[in-house]
């Protein structure tokens, strides 16, 4: 009798430890699902996010998709709670927001790109003038830019000061060309000269006077 009651206390401990050891597995099976389920849905957001922003073409659409993929808040509760012991995760939601955010540096450096090529093709003085007020107008808009952070406003303002001083320089080469032209029409010895290179000393200064007259007065 005793080992029948002996066998019938192991066969229902044996009962409850599968019935245990069941619930455990069965237990940890639903949160490792639930946990891929979770990764699957905020990688699945991260990549909603990225053809949202691809198929915006203006920036202030883009600027608007980068913001709501910063503070999207049930994409930051799965981050808050997965990103330690899933890095992956981290590591794609960080490679999508470097992305974005990269365009912006691009979209200001390709602008000042643009302006400098037509630099490089056309020099003249109102050309020059237009430039720099160009750049002037893009620096605003970078300094006043609430994606992009200090260092990389101050870095984009330094290529503009640099093409700035570029321009400048050609602005005053050219103005000191015509003050050599000037200064060399107008030292003919009124006295040792003839009629011929009197008539043609004025003709020069008359053509000077009508060249600086289409200029920037602030420049003669």
Known sequence: ?????TTKIAILVAVIVVILLG????VNYKRNLDIKNDIKAANSLITDYNK???KESEKDKKEKVYNDLKSDKELNDYLKKYSKNHKELKDNYNKELKSEYSWFID?????????NNKFSETKDINSCKNYLDEFANLSNEISSDKILEKDDINSLNDKVNSSNDAINEEIKNVVNDYTNKFT???SLDINNSSKDDLNNAVTNLNSL?????KLPEEYF
């Open 1 to 5: 009798m005793l080992i029948k009651k």
């Open 23 to 26: 619930t455990i597995l069965g």
């Open 52 to 54: 949202k922003f691809d």
């Open 107 to 115: 979209c200001y450096t390709n602008k000042i790109n643009d302006i």
């Open 184 to 186: 060399e029409a107008s």
């Open 209 to 213: 006077k009508d060249e600086i007259s």
